[in-house]
């Protein structure tokens, strides 16, 4: 019973080409999370949704952008995806922002490939 | 200096030992306190969350948390092949939750 569903696993695109990735929650949280993690890197923040307040983080190139059309969808679109942006995309929610107890979940991932 | 550091490994443990995971922060203010566990090519799938001094205990899971030394650990008891994974320190600031790098740990049968 999957509570955070990304599509698709796997994404294919070409360079300069827009793609959208997907991220829906069964949990009716308030928060909902994009990441990026590269190899061996960590996830980095790259924005979040509380509520329909989007917050961005400052060092997010202005190619990502992200829509929250409801509390239980959040997509994720790279207008212009650069070689540099191939990596594993995550969505995470959270019941709540601030407090010490929230916990994230986090999807499966999208795992994005740019030729 | 990283917010969160971790060091990166590879951690080699025999079967049947204990794994001891390290993390070090650099926010005094940080309140809440998580491990992560990650398989190679999936997402982060939470283990453990403490947030007050001293240890905590889930299964063969104990973590551990000083907040004067700012050092949270996660020991593994009895370590199975399955527990090899890269595990994921956060620490949870104001409002962001803030990821170390990761330790890669590999339990060898």
């Known amino acids: 019973d999957a509570m955070v569903i990304q599509n698709p696993r796997y994404q294919v695109t070409q360079f300069g080409k827009p793609v959208t990735l997907s991220c829906s929650q069964t949990?009716?949280?308030?928060?909902m999370y994009w990441y990026q993690q590269k190899s061996s890197q960590a996830p980095k923040l790259l924005f979040h949704?509380?509520?329909?307040?989007?917050?961005n983080e400052a060092d997010t190139p202005d190619n990502f952008q992200s829509r929250r059309p409801n509390t239980s969808f959040c997509f994720l679109d790279i207008r212009s995806p650069g070689l540099g942006d191939a990596a594993m995309y995550l969505c995470?929610?959270?019941?709540?922002?601030?407090?010490?107890?929230?916990?994230?979940?986090f999807g499966a991932g999208t795992r994005l490939s740019v030729l | 200096q990283k917010e969160v550091e971790q060091n990166s490994g590879p951690l080699s443990v025999p079967e049947g030992a204990i794994a001891s995971l390290n993390c070090t922060y650099s926010?005094?203010?940080?309140?809440?306190f998580f491990w992560y566990r990650q398989y190679s090519g999936k997402s982060p799938e939470l283990i453990m969350s403490?947030?007050?001094?001293g240890d905590k205990e889930d299964g063969r899971f104990t973590a551990q948390l000083n907040k004067a030394s700012q050092y949270v650990s996660l020991l593994i008891r009895d370590s199975q092949p399955s527990d090899s994974a890269t595990y994921l320190c956060?620490?949870?600031?104001?409002?962001?939750?803030?990821f170390g790098q990761g330790t890669r740990l590999t339990i060898n049968p």
């Open positions: 956060a620490v949870k600031g104001a409002q962001k939750l803030v």
């Open positions: 949704y509380y509520d329909k307040d989007f917050n």
């Open positions: 949990l009716n949280h308030n928060v």
């Open positions: 926010d005094r203010g940080s309140q809440s």
């Open positions: 995470a929610t959270s019941r709540d922002r601030g407090g010490s107890k929230n916990i994230q979940y």
């Open positions: 403490i947030y007050s001094n």
